[in-house]
Structure formats: structure tokens, C-alpha cells
């Protein structure tokens, strides 16, 4: 499967964005879908998790409900829905996919196909 993550951008402190994951190649549904960030100097880190039929997600304690993951199969498509958005949140956002990872399973090495990420800047 191939992703192509986007609807990063620049936003101020508060402010919302959209991410979007659209993958092609195989049949979506089959997958569950991770969204991962990685700031600069630090390591990647798991953000939202989803699986495939969307009846199950988890995410990382520093979300703190302000995102939330979903997806679309019938569009190929997942997102994540950002509000509130602190500097701290400012990341390459990527999306993977992997057929049989758990949701408590975090590590990004488990997750086997990768979107090319975008950029999330927050500014105070």
C-alpha cells in the first residue's frame, strides 16, 4: 500500500488543521492506520491509531482530547483532526499502515508502510 499524508500547514496557537492519509495500491480496509510526529532532534512518536473497520482507536496521552482519528474506506482515506494546536505540537506528521498491529502496540518500527509526512508548525 502507498500513503500520501497532507493538510499540513502553519497555524497559530488554538488553531485547527485536517490531516488527511490517502493510500492506493491495495485494499485500504485491510490495514490499520497510525498517525506518528517527529519534531526536530527528537525521535518519532506515535500520536492516534485507528483499525481498520474504525471501530477502534487510542492515542497518545499528550493529545489530551483535542485530536481525533477516523477514517473513511470507502475513500481510502483517514485523517487526523487537530484543534487547539500548542507550539509543542509543531512535527513532520506521518501516517502508517500495517495489517496486523495492535493499537497498544506504539512502536513505529512495527508499523510496515509510511507516508512521506507534512509539516505541522504552530506558532505562539
Known amino acids: 500500500v502507498q500513503l500520501q499524508a497532507s493538510g499540513g500547514g502553519s497555524v497559530q496557537t488554538g488553531g485547527s488543521l485536517r490531516l488527511s492519509c490517502k493510500a492506493s495500491?491495495?485494499?485500504?480496509?485491510?490495514?490499520?492506520i497510525g498517525w506518528f510526529r517527529q519534531a526536530p532532534g527528537k525521535e518519532r512518536e506515535f500520536v492516534a491509531g485507528?483499525?481498520?473497520?474504525?471501530?477502534?482507536?487510542a492515542y497518545a496521552a499528550f493529545v489530551k482530547g483535542r485530536f481525533t482519528i477516523s477514517r473513511d474506506n470507502a475513500e481510502n482515506t483517514a485523517y487526523l483532526q487537530m484543534n487547539n494546536l500548542q507550539p509543542e505540537d509543531t512535527a513532520v506528521y506521518y501516517c502508517?499502515?500495517?495489517?496486523?498491529?495492535?493499537?497498544?502496540?506504539?512502536?513505529?518500527?512495527?508499523?510496515?508502510?509510511w507516508g512521506q509526512g507534512t509539516q505541522v508548525t504552530v506558532s505562539s
Open positions: 502508517a499502515a500495517d495489517r496486523i498491529v495492535a493499537l497498544s502496540v506504539r512502536r513505529p518500527g512495527a508499523y510496515d508502510y
Open positions: 485507528i483499525i481498520w473497520n474504525g471501530g477502534n482507536s
Open positions: 495500491g491495495a485494499t485500504f480496509s485491510n490495514y490499520n
